[in-house]
């Protein structure tokens, strides 16, 4: 299967405690989103890179997540001193060509419960 | 800023119609519509651009009014497989970002 792939599909942590993700995009996309996701909304924009430059980060991104893209392959998602409000799906999604033409692939998401 | 999307939710029965709509408060370059079944991956199903440009799936079609920053999803004769919520995605230049800002959703549940 050459789709995206995110791990781990499930997290449960204790509030206070780092968490990471995973994301490895289609082989030749250039392009990585992590969005996420609670129930009953749609995908909230997180962070973005072509290839291995973060090119865009939400507003609304606090201080204790952070993303990398070492190698302009996988990529990696962090929170740091996890809070009840991290609580989410926590979605990657690759593309090829400009976000104006061009169709997102999305993982099946890593799942952060955070007690 | 977030699309709104009506309705919230819709119930159909196999083969009826649907019309999904997709507003904004902002000019758009580009609308995007994904499909999510529980559980699963949002699913691409089409993008209309400014200008009049369409491109997506043979058996849904959608419109988009860029006077209104408005787009439209509908789906006729519906299957079992429309089943899922559907997220319409923007794209707006003015913004500074160029990455989607999605509706939180339409649900639709077709039933035999």
């Known amino acids: 299967d050459t789709g995206v792939s995110q791990n781990p599909r499930h997290k449960i942590t204790k509030r206070g405690q780092n968490v990471t993700f995973r994301c490895d995009p289609i082989?030749?996309?250039?392009?990585l989103y992590w969005y996420r996701q609670t129930l009953g909304q749609g995908p909230e924009f997180l962070t973005y890179?072509?290839?291995?430059?973060?090119?865009?980060k939400s507003r609304l991104l606090s201080d204790r997540f952070s993303a990398e893209r070492p190698k302009g392959s996988f990529s990696t998602l962090e929170i740091q001193r996890t809070e009840q409000g991290d609580s989410a799906m926590y979605l990657c999604?690759?593309?090829?060509?400009?976000?104006?033409?061009?169709?997102?692939?999305f993982g099946e998401g890593s799942r952060l419960t955070v007690l | 800023q977030q699309p709104v999307q009506s309705p919230q939710a819709v119930i159909l029965r196999e083969g009826e119609d649907a019309v999904i709509n997709c507003s904004s408060s902002k000019a758009l370059y580009s609308v995007h519509w994904y499909r999510q079944k529980h559980g699963e991956a949002p699913v691409f199903l089409m993008i209309?651009?400014?200008?009049?440009e369409q491109k997506g799936h043979e058996k849904i079609s959608a419109s988009f009014n860029e006077k209104k920053q408005q787009s439209s999803l509908y789906l006729t004769a519906s299957q079992l497989s429309y089943s899922g919520t559907y997220f319409c995605g923007t794209l707006d230049l003015n913004s500074g970002y160029s990455t989607l800002t999605f509706g939180k959703g339409t649900m639709l549940l077709v039933s035999p």
């Open positions: 890179f072509q290839n291995e430059a973060q090119l865009e």
């Open positions: 082989s030749e996309h250039n392009r």
């Open positions: 999604a690759s593309s090829l060509d400009s976000t104006e033409t061009g169709e997102l692939f």
């Open positions: 209309l651009l400014k200008g009049g």
